[in-house]
């Protein structure tokens, strides 16, 4: 019987774009990273599978593809949470709570720096500044920024974004 759940459809339709994307690309030069971004924006990060197509398709080593994919922050390996949280440990923040706010995080959350959590809703990240000092301590949630903040206002912040 067919599978039920939309997963099959949606991986269609992830391969489908796949394919738009290397009929795009193929044969230009410089098109690993411009493959690599718009590989990303499909399916949120870098699965080894689809870095072992885009090397076969580009026709070059899987091991550029990783050694590039792995070189550059903006690139992930692993899954990314739907929302993703970077909580600010620049000067500012630090000197006004900025690590409580940051344990309670993890504690809430369950995971550390840099992790996702099991069921893909968040991914935690420390930053430096991100400029909006004068909030201190601070953290943006996708795109939306939370200042003033103590350990308390955590849980209520991350129950919008459950
Ligand atoms: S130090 Fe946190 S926003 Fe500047």
Not at 76 to 90: A, F, T, W
Not at 136 to 160: F, Q, S, W, Y
Request: proline fraction near 4%; aromatic fraction near 8%.
């Amino acid at each position: 019987m067919a599978c039920q759940c939309g997963q099959g459809q949606k991986q269609t339709d992830k391969d489908k774009k796949l394919q738009a994307v290397f009929a795009r690309y193929r044969g230009q030069k410089g098109a690993l990273i411009p493959v690599l971004q718009a590989s990303q924006d499909i399916y949120g990060y870098l699965p080894r599978e689809v870095m072992e197509r885009i090397a076969k398709e580009l026709r070059i080593p899987f091991s550029k593809v990783f050694g590039v994919a792995t070189f550059y922050a903006q690139f992930h390996l692993k899954p990314r949470g739907e929302n993703i949280i970077r909580v600010c440990l620049g000067t500012a923040c630090h000197v006004r709570g900025g690590a409580k706010v940051f344990a309670k995080l993890k504690e809430e959350l369950q995971i550390e720096d840099g992790e996702t959590t099991e069921d893909l809703k968040f991914t935690l990240e420390s930053v430096a500044c991100i400029g909006a000092c004068g909030l201190a301590p601070v953290m943006v949630i996708n795109e939306d920024t939370h200042g003033r903040l103590t350990p308390e206002k955590v849980p209520e912040i991350l129950d919008r974004y459950r």
